[in-house]
């Protein structure tokens, strides 16, 4: 049976699920957002369409693992907008670089969903 090889893998691009329903509830419920006319989208039920998901992992050529450690996982954001992709635990360590100054931190992030939007 052929080994894998560890890869190295940015551990602040994991989150665990508690962090990323925070996040979306400061994103939801900041100004910024809502005067944009832009959420989060919920949970769906079905897991067809939720605001936080785990996007299919396409292992590539070299066979990579996807990334998990522990409760940590691979969590992203889906906006209502239809942007899609914004990686949960980089949105966390955006706000951890920035304590003091969380409107720019939803600011930029804003900023990048509305540049993302699918028309």
Request: aromatic share 12%; net charge positive; glycine share 10%.
């Amino acid at each position: 049976m052929k080994q894998r090889r560890a890869v190295p893998f940015n551990p602040a691009q994991l989150a665990t699920w508690a962090e990323a329903m925070q996040l979306v509830k400061v994103i939801n419920g900041s100004q910024l957002f809502q005067a944009a006319g832009l959420f989060v989208l919920p949970q769906d039920p079905q897991h067809k369409n939720s605001g936080a998901y785990i996007p299919y992992w396409v292992s590539g050529p070299g066979g990579f693992q996807e990334p998990v450690n522990g409760n940590q996982f691979f969590i992203h954001f889906r906006y209502s907008n239809g942007m899609q992709g914004m990686n949960a635990g980089l949105v966390r360590e955006k706000f951890r670089s920035f304590p003091n100054s969380p409107v720019y931190v939803l600011g930029t992030l804003l900023a990048e969903v509305q540049q993302g939007a699918r028309s």
